[in-house]
């Protein structure tokens, strides 16, 4: 007698979970579709949404957007089973995993057509920024060059430390008074913003952080 209510209730625990098994796969949906959150059935996912696996969310994923403004194309369209693959142009370098985004490295020129290009800066011109154009070198007089440009660095002009060796090598003038004197001069030439943020980047004062043989000058 025990034997059979004890099968009994087994039979009814494997029906029981049965159905649930049952009831779970009913209402899992197919790739590209969703739960309604009206009818509680499966539908198809809105334009522009997609679903790459059976599910039971009421929700589907929103397809990327290739930013074609950064230089991104549409590699493979948005589908509702999969997402859009997007891919950098010829030039351009990903801003983020997917290539949504895309940035034009220092060294080259971005040129705003339809679409973007991203080439790099030719001789005689340089870049230092991402997504900038490329600009001209900083024209010297003949035998002035002090600093060669390339492609990421403008050139610089012997007369830019010409001009500031009077100042440096008037008496009793500290190396913290010089810095200082550059960095607040009112309008201080391209040139010299150059040196200083070339020679002292993070404005130390330290001769062991800056040569100021570089300058051409001695501070005391």
């Known amino acids: 007698m025990q034997k059979s209510r004890l099968l009994k209730i ?26 309604s959150r ?32 950064s230089g991104s194309a549409i590699q493979s369209i948005c589908t509702k089973t999969s997402d859009t693959v997007c891919q950098c142009r010829q030039g351009f370098s990903p801003r983020e995993e997917d290539s949504a985004t895309c940035k034009c490295e220092v060294g080259s020129g971005k040129k705003m057509n339809v679409p973007p290009e991203c080439r790099t800066c030719e001789n005689g011109f340089y870049s230092s920024k991402i997504d900038s154009p490329c600009l001209a070198w900083t024209k ?8 060669t440009g390339n492609n990421t660095s403008d050139a610089v002009c012997d007369e830019a430390f010409d001009a500031w060796t009077p100042v440096a090598t008037t008496p009793g003038l500290t190396e913290k008074t010089f810095f200082s004197i550059v960095h607040t001069s009112p309008s201080p030439s391209p040139e010299i913003s150059s040196i200083t943020r070339k020679l002292n980047p993070n404005n130390k004062t330290d001769k062991e952080e800056v040569d100021h043989r570089d300058l051409g000058v001695n501070l005391t």
Do not use: M
């Not at 010297?140 to 600093?147: T, Y």
């Open 10 to 35: 087994l039979i009814w625990h494997l029906h029981f979970y049965g159905l649930i098994i049952a009831l779970d796969t009913r209402f899992k949906c197919q790739q590209g579709q969703r739960i």
């Open 38 to 69: 009206t009818t509680g059935k499966c539908e198809e996912c809105p334009d522009d949404q997609y679903q790459p696996k059976e599910n039971d969310s009421k929700q589907c994923e929103t397809c990327t957007i290739c930013s074609r403004k």
């Open 140 to 147: 010297c007089k003949q035998n002035k060059v002090r600093f």
